[in-house]
Nanobody
Framework: QVQLVESGGGLVQTGGSLRLSCSAS????????MGWFRQAPGKEREFVAA????????YYADSVKGRFTISRDNAKITVSLQMNSLKPEDTAVYYC????????????WGQGTQVTVSS
């Protein structure tokens, strides 16, 4: 059974930084694409960033380009999201996702981690 477990959310002031991590487990599970989505209160879930297993190709939403950096450890099957220069509009529950084909999400989701940016 595939499981994605996130960590690293929290409360930070505008301009601050947070790092999210996601660890995947499951027999022979090493998806081609892993990434992050987020959902703010009253809004639909949206794509944030993704990274491929082969070549490390990265994808970013326009709203986070230049501020967020996604990385991946294929041996450990983990994906991280370094978030800098955070803004109040980044406040959301962030979900790890795996198995998708950009820009569509895959079938595997983490439980979500709350990121709150205070103004």
């Amino acid at each position: 059974q595939v499981q994605l477990v996130e960590s690293g959310g929290g409360l930070v002031q505008t301009g601050g930084s947070l790092r999210l991590s996601c660890s995947a487990s499951g027999r022979m599970f090493n998806p081609s694409l892993m990434g992050w989505f987020r959902q703010a209160p009253g809004k639909e879930r949206e794509f944030v960033a993704a990274i491929s297993r082969i070549g490390g190709k990265t994808y970013y939403a326009d709203s986070v380009k230049g501020r967020f950096t996604i990385s991946r450890d294929n041996a450990k099957i983990t994906v991280s999201l370094q978030m800098n220069s955070l803004k109040p509009e980044d406040t959301a529950v962030y979900y790890c996702n795996a198995g998708g084909s950009f820009p569509e999400p895959g079938d595997y989701w983490g439980q979500g981690t709350q990121v709150t940016v205070s103004s």
